[in-house]
């Protein structure tokens, strides 16, 4: 299973390189989904990950039908049906994304903050997914005024000042992402493994790492290869898309690609402690 976790991070990774920098229009997310699967799966055994998709599915599902019809959280908008096939008002796409970025972003905050496991103090079990929603949420942060206000994605209806995409959505994202990433967490502290901890290789950190880093190089690249047109929102807004490519690189490099180098960073230093200890324990043995 590491050789198809590597060969699916490295497809993911090259393949995202050349598209953004041929512009090709082909999103490589649904790669991700069978990615977070299968290390799930090699993580919280099958039944684990199949919770976490239960939770992402229905809540982001729900909430994100429910803003559609009222507003509620995110703002008013619509999809496009440039993303395919429908579940309610919601592309299919969408959950799939939810799963596979919320994946990563979990995982990420268990390196930045700790390991969610059975009996966690409270602090972990709240801190672990708070961190996390604000790992995955840099994410839209980038992607949304490109999805939206260049290629129609999805429509804000009422316009808003981050290149036409209100505040509401990103606050929306915010408590979607807790919610079903608090909902794990609780699951982990009454159900979850006892001794989950870095005992995974440092391979399992380093996948999510790359993946997640690399999303964030692909809107930098988007700036570079980016031309200047001028798009209109849905209030009539115009926008330079040559702005909006170069704010959503900034976004990335501070936010995406800044949490990828600080668990690299939490990773290795904690591989040195182990071995430092290792290496200090194994002297007091000699010399008893």
């Known amino acids: 299973t590491n050789v198809v976790l590597w060969g699916i991070a490295v497809v993911y990774v090259v ?31 099958w039944n684990g990950i199949v919770v976490f998709v239960v939770f992402t599915f229905i809540i982001s599902n729900i909430l994100e039908n429910l803003s559609i019809l009222t507003g509620v959280p995110f703002g008013h908008y619509y999809y496009s049906d440039s ?51 604000f790992i995955m949420v840099p994410w839209d942060l980038s992607l949304d005024p490109i999805a939206s ?22 606050l929306g994202w915010s408590l979607t992402v807790y919610i079903f990433f608090q909902l794990f967490a609780i699951y982990l502290r009454q159900r979850g493994s006892d001794d989950l901890s870095r005992a995974l290789p440092i391979t399992h950190y380093l996948q999510i790492i790359l993946v997640y ?14 031309i200047n047109m001028h798009v209109t929102d849905a209030v009539g807004q115009v926008w330079r898309t040559r702005d909006i490519y170069e704010t959503s690189a900034i976004s990335a490099i501070y936010t995406m690609i800044f949490v ?23 002297l007091q043995d000699s010399k008893d």
Request: proline residues 5%.
């Open 15 to 45: 393949g995202t390189m050349f598209t953004r920098i041929l512009s090709v229009p082909v999103s490589l997310v649904p790669l991700l989904f069978p990615f977070a699967l299968i290390h799930g799966a090699k993580r919280y055994a």
């Open 83 to 133: 993303l395919g096939p429908k579940l309610a008002l919601v592309p299919i796409f969408i959950a799939l994304s939810y799963v596979s970025f919320g994946y990563l972003a979990w995982v990420l905050s268990t390196v930045v903050v700790s390991e969610a496991r059975r009996r966690s103090s409270v602090l972990t079990a709240v801190a672990t997914p708070l961190v996390a929603s």
């Open 149 to 170: 206000t260049i290629n129609h994605a999805w429509i804000w209806t009422q316009g808003g000042g981050y290149f036409g995409v209100p505040i509401s959505n990103f």
């Open 213 to 226: 880093m690399s999303t964030g190089v692909g809107f930098v690249i988007d700036h570079l290869v980016s």
């Open 260 to 282: 990828s180098i600080l668990a690299l960073v939490i990773l290795f230093r904690d591989q040195l402690v182990q071995k430092k200890g290792s290496a200090l324990a194994n």
